[in-house]
């Protein structure tokens, strides 16, 4: 199996110089956790959900831009990958998501759920 065939498409991004509250409805509206930051058409970051809420409870407010909280640089993974080498990829980092990326070019998100269920169900 491949990442390319459990990742979700589209992966939903945003600038850099958005607002946090831009990201915030983005996600509210897409029913997603993470979104994939992106400056001249490469990754530059993700920002989660949790972002934007540590960022609230910091008393920033939705003026603040998304290059304020995200994480960067973005840890990415190509479609080709498999599962077992994501979870390398994630282990011992505080990520949520893998951005898929080929030839500098988003194609997708695995998150660290999706590929635990794979996992999961291919040890049992």
Do not use: Y
Request: negative net charge; aromatic residues 2%; contains cysteine.
């Amino acid at each position: 199996m491949r990442l390319q065939q459990i990742m979700s498409t589209p992966a939903f991004s945003i600038s850099p110089k958005s607002e946090l509250g831009a990201a915030r409805d983005q996600m509210r509206a897409h029913h997603v956790r993470h979104l994939v930051v992106v400056k001249d058409d490469h990754v530059v970051g993700v920002i989660s959900e949790r972002d934007v809420s540590r960022a609230h409870s910091a008393l920033f407010d939705d003026k603040w831009l998304v290059e304020d909280v995200m994480s960067e640089p973005a840890i990415t993974a190509t479609p080709n990958m498999t599962p077992a080498q994501a979870a390398r990829l994630v282990q011992g980092r505080t990520i949520g998501c893998l951005p898929i990326v080929e030839n500098d070019t988003l194609l997708g998100i695995v998150t660290t759920t999706d590929l635990l269920a794979v996992l999961a169900r291919d040890a049992g």
